[in-house]
């Protein structure tokens, strides 16, 4: 592998999951949760991805995992087609690749402790084999993530949630992986928590050199720990780039309407400034709209768009968008 390649290739990503079709159902739907995603990231970079509830996020990460696998396209980790290899040959590779799930109450094992919680795939992996220095370990990790190595004896629900979530990330943090996919780490807990969260990953980054793959629908978040961000809708990126291109000229119509929700704490720009109000509701993923996904809600969208499906190309140098008005 080059040292210039990127860590992560997805290319053409395609996830449909069938529905319905039953014993008494003629004939099942098909839910096209990841249509066509295509993005790379490379080593020591965050790359946002958001987006409404639904767009297909999570089942992007996922696929990336290899969690669920993919109905077409490609997932190239480390110069690797991860869709072609057996379980068998994936289980090296997944000690590379790990997560943070979004929900700390429900992502723990709430019949063990947390030194077994973090120190399980230490024993799984074979990278600490003798309980003594396992033991050892875990302190190390707790230690990372602002934990007392007192936590190693507690169970899940005598934490809070901020507790648990830091040791989802040292339980991630456990095998030393190259990429982390934060599956919106810190949407489940308060704000005051959320930024103590979002500085000990950014910490962690700098300390280990990590790679995130940072998935969130809070636009602030995003904006504060991300290098690039991608906005996806309906199964689609509509538009990718760095992070102060996004924010300061955004060019895909969703991608301004989303702006435009974020509030600002100064009143005179925020009466200032012009409000983008989408009408009616995102469409659904079993029977979505031909031509421009965005086109049934989009302020600026002619007939041309109803029929002709965007590519997502270059506009401005590094920023692409998915528009043909763009």
Known sequence: MKDDAPLLEVRNLVKHFQVGGGF????????????????????GETLGLVGESGCGKTTT????LQLERPTSGQVVFEGRDLTTLDEDALRPIRRKMQVIFQDPYSSLNPRMTVGQIIGEPLAVHGIVTERAQRATRVRELLSHVGLLAQHA???????????????????????????????????ALDVSI????????E????????????VAHDLSVVRHISDRVAVMYLGKIVEITDRKSLYDSPLHPYTKALLSAVPIPDPALEAQRERVVLGGEVPSPLNPPPGCVFHPRCPIAVDRCRVEVPDLREIRPAHRAACLLA
């Open 24 to 43: 008494f159902a003629r004939r099942g739907g098909l839910v096209r949760a990841v249509d066509g995603v295509s993005f790379e990231i490379r080593r």
């Open 61 to 64: 990460g996922r696929c990336i």
């Open 153 to 187: 004896h507690r169970y899940p629900h005598q934490l809070s949630g901020g507790q648990r979530q830091r040791v989802g990330i040292a339980r991630a943090l456990a095998v030393e992986p190259s990429l982390i996919i934060c599956d919106e780490p810190v949407s």
């Open 194 to 201: 959320q930024a103590q969260i979002i500085n000990l990953l």
């Open 203 to 214: 910490d962690l980054q700098a300390q280990f050199g990590l790679t995130y793959l940072f």
